[in-house]
């Protein structure tokens, strides 16, 4: 979100999930995001998603098409 720094990113409460064995494992940040589309939707646009592996930013759309082929279960 507008305002968060590069160390907000790395706190527990802002992580999507993490994906094994073709199941996505969704954690904190998956509800909250959840509780966005339900609740804010008019937040969408200002949501960026930071993968912790290449640190690149993916828009929510981008998000969900890499995860869609996966199981998502939430923790």
């Known amino acids: 979100m507008p305002g968060d720094k ?3 990113t790395l706190n527990e409460a802002n992580l999507l999930g ?7 494992w969704g954690g904190t ?4 995001l ?3 589309v339900d609740k ?3 937040l969408l646009p200002l949501v960026k ?7 690149e930013i993916f828009t929510i ?9 996966l199981k998502v279960r939430i923790k």
């Open 6 to 8: 590069e160390e907000d």
């Open 18 to 24: 993490e994906a094994s064995f073709d199941v996505f």
């Open 29 to 32: 940040a998956l509800k909250t």
């Open 34 to 36: 959840m509780t966005i």
């Open 40 to 42: 804010q939707p008019e």
């Open 49 to 55: 998603i930071r993968s912790d592996m290449s640190k």
């Open 61 to 69: 759309e981008q998000f969900l098409t890499a995860i869609q082929k």
